[in-house]
């Protein structure tokens, strides 16, 4: 796969997630939503890197993909990151399943979906 179709497949692959992340909201399924927009940034993440001629790593940690594609964010921005790594962690494993669950109300699915869809935006003017 050439560089070029990498970074396409990186940044359609963000998108279609983006797409699912609006539907999974619309069905009420906020906790699938909410992993979905970490796999949103995930990919978008590493399509800047691709976009650099560097290979992305095989990882779901949001902060280290904006430090390996030279993102500089700020306090604010590394705070959402970090929610967000939670959301990948918390939808996968059992343990972690009830508890998020619980705390992935409308409001909460909605304020994170925003705050995602904005730095998406930025990221994507980078």
């Known amino acids: 796969m050439s560089?070029?179709?990498?970074?396409?497949?990186?940044f359609g692959s963000a998108q279609q997630d983006w797409?699912?992340?609006?539907?999974?909201?619309?069905?009420?399924?906020?906790?699938?939503?909410?992993?979905f927009c970490?796999?949103?940034?995930?990919?978008?993440?590493?399509?800047?890197?691709a976009r650099k001629?560097?290979?992305?790593?095989?990882?779901?940690?949001?902060?280290?993909?904006?430090?390996?594609?030279?993102?500089?964010?700020?306090?604010?921005q590394a705070q959402l990151l970090s929610d967000v790594n939670a959301f990948n962690i918390r939808a996968r494993y059992d343990d972690y399943k009830n508890s998020f669950y619980k705390r992935a109300?409308?409001?909460?699915?909605k304020k994170y979906i925003e705050k995602v869809n904005k730095f998406k935006i930025w990221l994507k003017k980078q």
């Open 3 to 10: 560089n070029a179709e990498l970074i396409k497949y990186w």
């Open 19 to 35: 797409n699912t992340t609006q539907v999974l909201l619309e069905s009420h399924r906020y906790m699938h939503a909410l992993f």
């Open 38 to 49: 970490h796999l949103t940034l995930e990919k978008t993440l590493k399509g800047i890197i």
């Open 53 to 76: 001629e560097k290979t992305p790593p095989i990882t779901h940690d949001l902060l280290l993909l904006a430090e390996l594609a030279n993102i500089e964010l700020s306090i604010e």
């Open 105 to 109: 109300t409308v409001s909460y699915a």
